[in-house]
């Protein structure tokens, strides 16, 4: 699998956004496991979210987009599930102090944190979510979590898990 570095500063990316970055991952035939006749590829991208970003972080959000997607990619180089590719990505995102996630989101109206994440699978099309959790420091991996289990299959006396967990005040 190949990087193009072209790619890392998020060129070509529909938004010129500082805190945008992209990766293309290629696969080449003779890395592939199976003979095929065509090139698998992909790419990853991340954001570091919507709202007000300041323009003299621009290096820093820069960085922890690229960092992010550098995660993302070794998984996948590794052969890891496109889902924690995706989970690493966004725990490097939320372990950053510059991002508006994990531990460094905003504030509720108590003044307290409370973490949104989602995560679906592709193939599937299951999914797993969390809303409104405090205290999880990367709830995108309690999201993949909740993916995960949900695709074993039923528990018992046929009892479907869950895919959302939601937490109450």
Known sequence: MTMEKGMSSGEGLPSR????????????????????????GGFVLVHAGAGYHSESKAKEYKHVCK???????????SGALATDAV????????????????????????GEIECDAS?????SLNFGAVGALSGIKNPVSVANRL??????GKLSAGRIPPWIQLSCI
Request: proline fraction near 4%; glycine fraction near 6%.
């Open 87 to 110: 989970t690493a990505a966004l725990v490097e995102l939320e372990d950053s102090p510059f991002t508006n996630a994990g531990m460094g989101s905003n504030l509720n109206l108590l």
């Open 147 to 152: 993916l995960c289990e949900g695709q074993k």
């Open 119 to 123: 995560i679906m699978d592709g193939k």
């Open 67 to 77: 960092r992010a997607c550098q995660k993302a990619i070794e998984k996948l180089q």
């Open 17 to 40: 956004s500082p805190q945008a970055s992209a990766a293309k991952v290629t696969v080449k035939e003779s890395e592939t496991r199976q003979p095929c006749e065509e090139k698998r």
